[in-house]
């Protein structure tokens, strides 16, 4: 496979990083919230329109939480989430 993306619980990041290279001899990205906020922010100055981060490495790990969509969520009561 060329390309990999991983979504996990955060507590289970890490753990799935090791694991894969332990028992693939993979090496996977992790890339954090803050990462794709401060790239969502700098694409949203007009820098990069073409960069995509998911794109700048073929095997990723990321959190369930940090692709979740936030911003459609904001307002929402707990009975909606």
Known sequence: ???????APKGLVRQWQAEMR??????F?????????A???WRSGGAGEEENL?????Q???S???????E???GWSLEQL
């Open 1 to 7: 496979m060329k390309r990999i993306l991983v979504v």
């Open 22 to 27: 332990l028992h693939f001899g993979e090496k």
């Open 29 to 37: 990205q992790f890339i954090e919230p803050s990462e794709l906020a």
């Open 39 to 41: 790239f969502r922010q």
């Open 54 to 58: 998911w794109r700048m490495h073929d």
């Open 60 to 62: 990723v790990i990321c």
């Open 64 to 70: 369930l939480d940090s692709v979740k969509p936030l």
């Open 72 to 74: 459609g969520r904001r």
